[in-house]
């Protein structure tokens, strides 16, 4: 008896549910006739099969079939070159069928105008800063994926206003005929007003020149990685570093690189690795993480330094629409005597504690264990009147959650009044989660911390 059309996601995830470990289905045997690829424009089509683990003319069991099925449209969706996808079974018959995957293309090329503060984040700019125009960067931000459709990157970054930078980076993930290995490039130059040369009662301590550059960077990088499957990767970087601060950034704090040096110049090597097995990586809810990462800065003389850091995380899905996440982080530097810009730890970039964004805690080994309990409350599309298969609608997906952070740093030279290190530190909160097209995710925190503070914050990952 044929057994034709397409499973549905919503029954295709339920019927996984029930079947996927059925003795029987486990048990018989199905062959794939062929795999169907459609909707890929600019995508090579071996870039998009690279990701599904069903292969022409290969033997599964049916309830591998199942799995698989779930597993390659998670993988494709983490190429972040997909509004959507796809992959389903058709033409079942007797032991053989088709398999069928549908992508919708992202647009690739994005010439995006740059405006963003120069603070560590946009409650400190909002909050403290007082939305000071003095204190934001513009420019032009190109963007190129998925440039020869290969899922290779190109990025050009000119940037002005309270720091002069331009950027130039080329990121081809498979250069190879297996597809597993990779190679990229990148170069940045930039001349900085501000330079934070000290940290006073947990707050950033700046001295700035309005009129002029008190810092200078270069660097220049070659990085290679090797990726086997679609789970689990290898980076390596081997970069060149120059950095030049005011005499009066020195005078301040003699110690902000080595004792009294002014400019330093030092290579830089570096491993990753990434064990990335979640249903969708920039919002999950089901799977887990696992990464490395080995930092060796200087060769002795003006810099010194071996970075360990460790991240980890765990997402179950439980009923009712609910999902529980832990997450965390832990990092040690070696030895223990770093100059000042080696010692930042939470409240930099995304490791920080809910509830102290307006905080730094800098020091040279410590960590955060973050705790969310989430509930989907909506999901729908939004019809946008565009007559296009990929942009006729946007999906939104909205959760309410409530979270509790824990964290330590400890600083072997704290300075005096710095009252979050070598303490244990604590926060919780509650808040609401946006999830949408292009990786979009908003969240909206309420949260509060151990200094009896509590406060709204914002955050945003974007493409």
Request: one cysteine or more; aromatic letters at 16%; charged letters at 20%.
């Amino acid at each position: 008896m044929a057994r034709t059309g397409y499973c549905q996601d919503k029954s295709q995830e339920a019927t996984e549910s029930v079947f996927v470990e059925d003795s029987i289905l486990q048990q018989s045997y199905v062959t794939i006739r062929d795999v169907e690829i459609h909707g890929n424009k600019k995508t090579k089509e071996f870039i998009v099969a690279r990701e599904v683990l069903l292969k022409k003319g290969s033997s599964y069991t049916i309830s591998d079939i199942l799995s698989h099925i779930r597993t390659s449209r998670q993988n494709l969706m983490n190429t972040s070159l997909f509004v959507d996808a796809t992959v389903n079974f058709t033409r079942w018959e007797n032991d053989s069928m088709d398999i069928v995957v549908d992508v919708k293309e992202r647009w690739y090329f994005f010439p995006v105008p740059y405006f963003r503060p120069v603070d560590r984040n946009w409650n400190v700019w909002v909050t403290q800063n007082k939305v000071a125009l003095d204190r934001i960067n513009y420019g032009i931000k190109f963007q190129g994926n998925n440039v020869t459709g290969r899922n290779d990157k190109i990025n050009l970054w000119l940037v002005n206003g309270y720091t002069k930078q331009i950027a130039v980076s080329y990121y081809n993930p498979f250069i190879d005929k297996k597809l597993q290995q990779g190679l990229g490039i990148d170069f940045s130059y930039a001349q900085v007003r501000e330079v934070n040369y000290t940290t006073r009662l947990n707050q950033q301590v700046f001295f700035k020149n309005p009129d002029g550059f008190v810092r200078e960077q270069y660097y220049t990088g070659l990085s290679y990685s090797y990726r086997k499957g679609s789970v689990t990767r290898h980076y390596v970087k081997l970069g060149l570093h120059w950095d030049k601060v005011a005499d009066t950034v020195v005078n301040l704090n003699p110690k902000f690189f080595k004792e009294f040096d002014r400019s330093v110049f030092f290579p830089e090597l570096s491993y990753r690795y990434q064990h990335l097995n979640v249903n969708y990586i920039p919002y999950p809810t089901r799977g887990h993480t696992l990464e490395f990462i080995f930092v060796k800065r200087g060769i002795g003389g003006q810099m010194d330094l071996w970075q360990f850091n460790a991240k980890a995380s765990k997402h179950f899905p439980l009923p009712w629409k609910m999902y529980w996440s832990i997450q965390g982080e832990a990092n040690l530097k070696l030895p223990f005597d770093q100059p000042f810009i080696n010692q930042a730890m939470l409240g930099y970039g995304d490791s920080y504690l809910r509830g102290l964004e307006y905080y730094v805690v800098d020091g040279v080994a410590g960590g955060f264990v973050r705790n969310t309990l989430r509930r989907e409350m909506a999901s729908f599309k939004v019809k946008t009147g565009l007559k296009s298969r990929t942009y006729n609608q946007i999906p939104f997906k909205i959760f309410i959650k409530g979270y509790t952070d824990v964290g330590y740093v400890y600083n072997k030279n704290n300075i005096t009044g710095n009252m979050l290190t070598n303490k244990f530190l604590y926060t919780g909160g509650f808040g609401l989660d946006v999830v949408t097209i292009y990786d979009f995710v908003l969240r909206l925190e309420y949260s509060f911390n151990q200094l009896n503070e509590g406060a709204f914050f914002f955050h945003k990952n974007d493409f």
